[in-house]
């Protein structure tokens, strides 16, 4: 595929073949990904890829809690609910996305529904956690490195017909995540990637979110044409 193709192609995948995949395609991905660019190269991820029952432990944990009304425990600021502009893009992006699944406005049983399957991260095969060394929480430069290998994640995945969703649901229980796979007290769990093999016949996976137009985002400055 062109790198065209990929960026302008790929888009969030959140209906999985039961079709696991290999650990080789895995690395092969990261092994592209960690190429991404950070502040003065200080590299500051760790990345823990999760399956199998140990993925399902984080499914069963992270929906007992949710259900239990635990509040959600995450090791970075959250911005509350977003507003204005910010609120209408998500409004518009799950309007798309609950057409396409037919879930009607006020089918609250549906939409209930949706929101666990969120926090099953799509009942994806493979979970990549993305975490960084908490001794550079107080700035927010290493969330800029961790969003450079993530995107660096999701592309190679799409390259490979590997889609995924970044997705914040899944690790919405950080001390759920932490007791299944180990991750150290010295690391922050930013967010993780749920991947697998698309299922084509899932309707969520042909929404095609909108982006502004161009005009609306750029400022050049300078320029004289
Ligand atoms: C940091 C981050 C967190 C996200 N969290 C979720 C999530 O919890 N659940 C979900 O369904 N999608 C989540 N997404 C996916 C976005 O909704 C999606 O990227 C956006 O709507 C644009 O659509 P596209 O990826 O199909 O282009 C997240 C994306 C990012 C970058």
């Given at each position: 595929?062109?790198?065209?193709?990929?960026?302008?192609?790929?888009?969030?995948?959140?209906?999985?073949?039961?079709?696991?995949?290999?650990?080789?395609v895995?690395?092969?991905?990261i092994?592209?990904?960690?190429?991404?660019?950070?502040?003065?190269?200080?590299?500051?991820?760790?990345?823990w890829?999760?399956?199998?029952?140990?993925?399902?432990?984080?499914?069963?944990?992270?929906?007992?809690?949710?259900?239990?009304?635990?509040?959600?425990?995450?090791?970075?600021?959250?911005?509350?609910?977003?507003?204005?502009?910010?609120?209408?893009?998500?409004?518009?992006?799950?309007?798309?996305?609950?057409?396409?699944?037919?879930?009607?406005?006020?089918?609250?049983?549906?939409?209930?529904?949706?929101?666990?399957?969120?926090?099953?991260?799509?009942d994806?095969?493979?979970?990549?956690?993305?975490?960084?060394?908490?001794?550079?929480?107080?700035?927010?430069?290493?969330?800029?490195?961790?969003?450079?290998?993530?995107?660096?994640?999701?592309?190679?995945?799409?390259?490979?017909r590997?889609?995924?969703?970044?997705?914040?649901?899944?690790?919405?229980?950080?001390?759920?995540?932490?007791?299944?796979?180990?991750?150290?007290?010295?690391?922050?769990?930013?967010?993780?990637?749920?991947?697998?093999y698309?299922?084509d016949?899932f309707?969520?996976?042909?929404?095609?979110?909108?982006?502004?137009d161009?005009?609306?985002?750029?400022?050049?400055v300078?320029?004289?044409?």
């Open positions: 595929m062109e790198f065209e193709d990929v960026v302008r192609g790929r888009r969030s995948i959140r209906g999985y073949k039961k079709k696991p995949v290999p650990r080789k895995i690395q092969e991905i092994d592209i990904a960690k190429n991404a660019p950070s502040s003065m190269n200080t590299q500051p991820w760790h990345l890829v999760v399956t199998g029952d140990a993925l399902d432990r984080i499914r069963k944990g992270n929906t007992e809690n949710m259900l239990a009304g635990v509040p959600p425990t995450r090791d970075i600021n959250a911005h509350g609910a977003y507003e204005g502009v910010h609120r209408q893009r998500q409004i518009d992006v799950a309007v798309q996305l609950f057409e396409a699944m037919g879930i009607a406005r006020h089918d609250k049983e549906m939409r209930q529904d949706w929101v666990m399957r969120g926090f099953r991260q799509f994806a095969p493979v979970s990549i956690v993305l975490t960084f060394d908490k001794v550079l929480e107080a700035g927010a430069v290493c969330h800029f490195d961790m969003g450079a290998i993530c995107f660096g994640i999701v592309l190679g995945a799409w390259e490979r590997l889609g995924c969703v970044i997705n914040s649901q899944g690790i919405m229980q950080s001390q759920v995540v932490r007791e299944v796979t180990g991750i150290p007290e010295d690391q922050n769990i930013m967010t993780c990637i749920a991947m697998g698309p299922d016949s309707p969520a996976n042909g929404a095609r979110s909108r982006r502004q161009t005009d609306g985002l750029v400022h050049f300078g320029f004289e044409d």
